[in-house]
């Protein structure tokens, strides 16, 4: 019998309100035995080197607590937009993150980079050439991720972005053969996330979890939302899956690592 608790339970950085040793601690003894790397938060610097400085902190009391660091989520905003239309802009966001790629290996084992394949808002009339310009960065991307030993997976993404249905992360990840996905059960506003599921099946190495009312994304709680959890993680299983159960809450909500713990095992208790 497929068990879900088989799944170790981790986090996003960005939900976290220091990277004190305290706060992996608690972490920790808490039952979470896995950690992303992400932005946001208390890490709001748009360049390399702010981040590069909150994560070696990270880095450092996740080794100090024992807990794992299993994915690096890369930067997505207007300076690191791979999909950009000017084409300086990509080549310098290109530049951004593989400078980031090189530093997670350079100090962590990590092997799974998460990339947004376009910053927003996309144009209709523009979005042919957004796809285009992203997939010839991610190949860029991919081709270091294999040098590092490590992989590409790209997220599903809400409104406007790229990714943000089946077909449109279809393309995108026709881009390479090495790529694989990032599946974020709050981001999706068209298709269904166990259609998603369906559709990309073994690709999907990494999860973002959260809960949300289709409108938007909104990072909540499991069981605060829509979603259907014991079909979306039945899925997940019968798919392969064997990575974390990866939270990624908002930070606005009060959300304490005893309820995610909470939220962890009522999932577990379905299967």
Same mark, same amino acid.
Request: net charge negative.
């Given at each position: 019998?497929? +068990?879900?608790?088989?799944?170790?339970?981790?986090?996003?950085?960005?939900?976290?309100?220091?990277?004190?040793?305290?706060?992996?601690?608690?972490?920790?003894?808490?039952?979470?035995?896995?950690?992303?790397?992400?932005?946001?938060?208390?890490?709001?610097?748009?360049?390399?080197?702010?981040?590069?400085?909150?994560?070696?902190?990270?880095?450092?009391?996740?080794?100090?607590?024992?807990?794992?660091?299993?994915?690096?989520?890369?930067?997505?905003?207007?300076?690191?937009?791979?999909?950009?239309?000017?084409?300086?802009?990509?080549?310098?966001?290109?530049?951004?993150?593989?400078?980031?790629?090189?530093?997670?290996?350079?100090?962590?084992?990590? +092997?799974?980079?998460?990339?947004?394949?376009?910053?927003?808002?996309?144009?209709?009339?523009?979005?042919?050439?957004?796809?285009?310009?992203?997939?010839?960065?991610?190949?860029?991307?991919? %081709?270091?991720?294999?040098?590092?030993?490590?992989?590409?997976?790209?997220?599903?993404?809400?409104?406007?972005?790229?990714?943000?249905?089946?077909? %449109?992360?279809?393309?995108?990840?026709?881009? %390479?053969?090495?790529?694989?996905?990032?599946?974020?059960?709050?981001?999706?506003?068209?298709?269904?996330?166990? %259609?998603?599921?369906?559709?990309?099946?073994? +690709?999907?190495?990494?999860?973002?979890?959260?809960?949300?009312?289709?409108?938007?994304?909104?990072?909540?709680?499991?069981?605060?939302?829509?979603?259907?959890? +014991?079909?979306?993680?039945?899925?997940?299983?019968?798919?392969?899956?064997?990575?974390?159960?990866?939270?990624?809450?908002?930070?606005?909500?009060?959300?304490?690592?005893?309820?995610?713990?909470?939220?962890?095992?009522?999932?577990?208790?379905?299967?």
């Amino acid at each position: 019998m497929i +068990k879900l608790s088989n799944n170790p339970l981790a986090i996003s950085s960005s939900f976290l309100p220091s990277a004190d040793y305290e706060v992996l601690k608690e972490c920790k003894d808490n039952g979470i035995d896995m950690l992303e790397l992400s932005i946001g938060g208390v890490c709001p610097g748009m360049e390399n080197e702010v981040i590069q400085s909150h994560w070696l902190k990270l880095i450092d009391s996740c080794k100090k607590a024992d807990i794992k660091l299993w994915s690096a989520h890369l930067s997505f905003w207007d300076p690191y937009d791979i999909a950009s239309l000017d084409k300086e802009v990509r080549k310098k966001a290109i530049e951004r993150q593989l400078d980031m790629m090189r530093f997670v290996r350079e100090n962590t084992d990590i +092997k799974i980079f998460v990339i947004h394949p376009s910053y927003e808002p996309i144009e209709p009339d523009k979005r042919f050439i957004h796809t285009e310009n992203a997939k010839a960065s991610i190949r860029i991307l991919a %081709d270091e991720a294999e040098r590092l030993g490590a992989e590409l997976a790209v997220e599903c993404l809400p409104r406007t972005c790229l990714a943000n249905t089946i077909e %449109d992360t279809a393309k995108i990840v026709s881009a %390479d053969f090495r790529l694989r996905v990032c599946f974020d059960t709050n981001h999706l506003l068209t298709d269904t996330n166990e %259609d998603f599921i369906k559709a990309f099946g073994d +690709k999907i190495i990494t999860i973002h979890v959260s809960d949300y009312d289709r409108i938007n994304e909104r990072h909540l709680l499991p069981y605060e939302g829509v979603n259907d959890w +014991k079909m979306i993680f039945s899925l997940l299983l019968k798919s392969g899956y064997t990575g974390p159960v990866l939270f990624e809450l908002t930070d606005k909500k009060g959300y304490t690592i005893p309820q995610i713990k909470a939220c962890y095992d009522k999932l577990c208790s379905q299967f």
